[in-house]
């Protein structure tokens, strides 16, 4: 099951898309609540299959790591308690994930944020990161054609 799943900027956690009004988004929360709110314009909204992370060559998609972290924690959450986790610890715990990822670029407060999100996902049954998080074509594509 294809689904949006959004990262919105000031907000914790993360969001299914679940409906589009005039002005908004209506997102529903992936948390214990899975309540419902509306998300603005002004709101930086992201959606997940948007996001890569930086290696020493190219960028990785997210869903792409994120496989790599189901694989290593077995489809299980995070072995890892990223919260207390030392910034050591958090270096070489993702170069297990992703072994050629910029040390430069990617801080400890990105891979703690993508544990955050991959336990989230996990608690919520979304593993197939492959099929849930390919980019696709979206709705700001003009497809009428001039009369």
Excluded: C
């Amino acid at each position: 099951m294809l689904q949006t799943i959004l990262a919105i900027s000031g907000k914790p956690g993360l969001y299914k898309l679940v409906s589009r009004t005039k002005n908004s988004l209506i997102v529903e929360a992936l948390d214990k609540t899975h309540r419902r709110i509306p998300a603005f314009a002004t709101d930086r909204i992201t959606s997940l299959a948007d996001i890569a992370m930086f290696t020493e060559t190219d960028d990785v998609p997210l869903h792409k790591v994120l496989t790599n972290l189901k694989n290593l924690e077995e489809g299980k959450i995070s072995s890892l308690n990223y919260k207390k986790a030392s910034n050591t610890e958090l270096t070489e715990y993702f170069a297990k994930v992703l072994p050629d990822f910029d040390r430069e670029r990617v801080h400890n407060s990105d891979i703690k944020k993508l544990l955050q999100w991959y336990n989230i996902l996990i608690e919520n049954g979304i593993s197939d990161f492959d099929n849930e998080m390919t980019p696709t074509e979206g709705d700001n594509i003009d497809n009428r054609q001039e009369a």
